[in-house]
């Protein structure tokens, strides 16, 4: 069996990790939603009360309020700030911790309530549901099926409705998504099997463009140092020495992992400083040698900074650090000075091999052995946060908009989970 390694996002998005009673028929499509909408400046989504229910874990919750009548797949942004850091390919500078963002509905019940709704069942593959990820500037949840394509909820996840209706064809199994700090219509997926590997939107979502002819990948990565977002990576899923840059905004790519050391791990996530600097993530998996991999040369060279083996994309906080996840048993890398350095802040009973995500308030949040954890003084203690979780999660992600955590599983059948995305109210300002 394949290992996939993908992740959202956290607050951006954050690795990863995986009956069957259904709310609708296997394989059966959702039901379709209006065209993306694109995020407005100060709100505007009509967002009902939300629900009351108190379902168990195996049940769908009907918590959530109902955006605008038919369901538009694009949330509606607020005038605040991003929702705090993001994953590898947020702004360069990280998110904008503690901006002013307001929920559109009341906060969900403190319990964990299952959301999965119109997915469950979805006829798909090993790896089906891979990933929840909460856009930065909008009402708007994404998830990707595997095989079955990208979907989003402007309802806390009370449904779900399919996005690139238009356009390129997306099939493969989510690995990451990257949102444009600047454009919040922006954003880039990538993806493992079935089909290409990178994706582009500008419209929200719905329609998508592939990246060139790239496959098979379990990240990308874009400079926003660059307005013209020409310089991207993406890192091949399972291949040793294989990492493609791009130049040219993804229209072509090369092969630049030859320069990484030899015998090194899978290097497949990594996180761009600027054209020249940009840090590389690897995991000891089949015997590679594991680190960290820098180049201030554009990936002409590495040198290895650290020798600590990591997966899934990093966090880069509001503050400009980096956090990064440990692979296989987990534990949690720091790094302050943009990856020439790192130190463990999180041992593997703290965060297990998950991508991090930083609430609004600067708080960096990871998955620990039975619940969530919470940092409130950038690694130095971790408190729990929330009930017991629900399950072993493959990720994590907070909307502001919602008030809510949300979590996701995923399993080798071929179907998606009854319950594989669960939700959990929590109002960080309070």
Known sequence: MKRIRTGCAGVVVAVLSWGCSSSNDAGQAP???NAAGAPTSGGGSEAGSAGT???????????????????????????GGATGGTSSSGAAAGGSAGGSIEPVSPTPQAKWENVTSNLAGMASECGNLGRVSSHPKADMLLVGVAKKGLFSSTDGGATWNPLGTTGATITNR?????YDPAAPMTFWESGIYNGGGVYKTTDNGASFTAAGTVTHCDSVSVNFSDPARMSLLAGSHEQSQKLFRSIDGGANWTDIGKALPTGSGFCTTSLIFDTKTFVVGCGGWYGGT???????????????????GVAGQPLLASDGSIYWAGHQAGGLYKSTDQGKTFAQVAD????????????????????????????????TSWQPLADALPFAP????????????YVWQWDCKDVVLPNAIMRFGYDYRK
């Open 31 to 33: 039901k379709t939603g």
């Open 53 to 79: 229910a108190a379902n168990p874990a195996g049940g769908n919750a009907t918590a959530g309020s109902s955006a605008a009548s038919g369901g538009a797949t694009g949330g509606s942004a607020t005038g």
């Open 174 to 178: 989510i690995s990451y998504v990257a």
């Open 290 to 308: 594991p680190g960290i991999m820098r180049t201030i040369d554009g990936g002409d060279s590495f040198q290895q900074v650290s020798d600590k």
């Open 348 to 379: 593997p009973t703290q965060a297990k091999s998950v991508e991090p995500i930083e609430l609004p308030d600067g708080r960096i949040v990871t998955i620990g052995a039975t619940a969530l954890m919470a940092s409130a003084d950038h690694g």
């Open 394 to 405: 493959n990720g994590v992600a907070y909307s502001p908009f919602r008030n809510a955590f």
